[in-house]
């Protein structure tokens, strides 16, 4: 049943911080009848660009991490006692061989540190085995990993690859906005690295999912940089969708609602940005994740801030129009969210023409009826004394993305009844 149409404000309401030590021991899983897979984080695959490739010796000319051993931390939502993980190689120019893994909790339960807590690292899987070879363009998922790990906790992935991917073009995440670890040789359970190199990137992981009820769902997220998390904290984890968690996780009825990021940074919807455009990843980044019962679109800024004309804005609203109708297909809910100010930026043409296409396709998200309810992100950041500006208290200076303070007052502007069952 479609819900009637509403428009978001700011609330003024304190996100609690979620206290863990980030604990994973051992469990038995206590599945019923009706239980199912969802989505509880994801990265959105990328081809790796050369900046962001792992730096010498990890990268020499079409050898990638031979012998190395590589770290990250993830930022669970929804927690469990059972869990899988998805490798991805679908950008990979070569199959994608993985010796052996492993999850842990991280030091103090935080992210972007390149020590473990002892006796927690669990072996994954895959088919029964230590070592899989993901194929090149597949992801593949582990076995049923059967740990503890609580909602809002830090996961250490730990990989080790002896034979190195043999290709320059690799699958990553370089948004990351954590710190991930390279070292030489195996050392896939050590409490402590030594000689590493960080890297804010992520490699080769593109999402885990946590086995739950029939009541537990994933709301996915399709955007760009301001997503993403471009001006929140490295290691902080206070980007909106982080502090949408945070805000759902209080209220007993949404505490078991998962946030699944499939956001890239420069990401377009139609053509050109940075990664595949939203249009040519929905099936894969929306439909084909586990779980999901809602979608909200934030995207398009790097459309219009590219080429803002008429044309765009129509092909934007199209755009939307195919999401909600693909997404309704498979029983999604879908909130738009309208598109941030960016007055001051290079993408604001001296001629006013990409500020006119941002407001038409604003106002074709607030009025349209299309969406099952709209979130005026617009609305909640502009600066009321000059409102196709950013106000201050939120910018990071660069007049396009948010601040911490902007995140926060973007997930607070979303009532956490849109996600009651």
């Keep these: 049943m479609k819900l009637a149409r509403s428009r978001f404000w700011l609330a003024a309401i ?32 990328q081809l790796t660009e050369p900046s962001n490739m792992p730096p010498a010796p990890y990268t020499q000319g079409d050898q990638v991490m031979v012998d190395t051993t590589l770290r990250q931390t993830i930022h669970v939502s929804v927690g469990g006692s059972r869990f899988r993980l998805h490798l991805n190689n679908v950008f990979g120019g070569a199959p994608l061989p993985i010796t052996a893994a492993s999850v842990a909790a991280p030091t103090g339960g935080a992210a972007g540190v390149s020590g473990i807590r002892a006796g927690t690292a669990k072996t994954v899987t895959f088919g029964g085995r230590r070592s899989v070879t993901v194929p090149v363009g597949k992801e593949t998922s582990s076995d049923p990993l059967d740990v503890s790990v609580p909602s809002g906790a830090n ?40 000689d590493t190199t960080p890297v804010d990137h992520w490699y080769f992981l593109s999402g885990l999912d946590v086995w739950g009820p029939p009541h537990t769902g994933a709301v996915v997220l399709l955007g760009d940089s301001l997503t993403d998390g471009r001006g929140s904290t490295t290691n902080g984890n ?8 945070a805000r759902l996780h209080k209220h007993g009825a949404t505490a078991d609602v998962a946030v699944a990021n499939e956001a890239a940074g420069g990401n377009a919807v139609l053509s050109g940005g940075l990664g595949p455009t939203a249009v040519s990843r929905f099936d894969r980044d929306v439909l084909g994740q586990s779980g999901v019962k ?20 129509a092909a934007l609203t199209a755009a939307y129009r195919q999401f909600i109708t693909k997404a309704h297909a498979a029983g999604i809910k879908v909130y738009g969210a309208t598109i941030t100010p960016f007055g001051g930026n290079s993408y604001d043409d001296p001629a006013g ?25 617009d609305q909640v950041v502009q600066d009321p004394a000059d409102p196709h500006r950013i106000r201050p208290a939120y910018d990071t200076g660069d007049h396009l993305h948010l601040d911490p303070a902007g995140y926060l007052a973007l997930a607070n502007a979303l009532p956490y009844t849109l996600f009651t069952h």
Excluded: C
């Excluded at 009848?33 to 969802?38: A, C, L, S, T, Y």
């Excluded at 370089?174 to 050590?190: A, E, I, V």
């Excluded at 206070?238 to 968690?245: C, E, G, K, M, T």
């Design 353 to 377: 023409a990409h500020e006119a296409a941002r407001q038409a396709v604003n106002s074709w998200i607030r009025t349209s009826d299309q969406f099952d309810a709209v979130a005026d992100f």
């Design 238 to 245: 206070d980007r909106w969708p982080d502090d949408l968690f």
């Design 155 to 194: 996961l250490t992935v730990t990989l080790y690859l002896a034979q190195g991917q043999a290709s320059s073009h690799i699958t990553s995440h370089p948004g990351s906005r954590t710190t991930s670890y390279l070292t030489k040789g195996n050392h896939l359970t050590d409490t402590a690295l030594t």
């Design 14 to 45: 304190t996100i609690l911080a979620i206290g863990t030590t980030g604990g994973v021991a051992t469990a038995s899983p206590n599945g019923s009848e009706g239980d199912r897979w969802v989505a509880t984080w994801t990265s959105m695959p």
């Design 294 to 313: 809602w979608l909200i679109v934030f995207e398009g800024v790097n459309d219009l801030g590219a080429n803002g004309s008429p044309e765009t804005a």
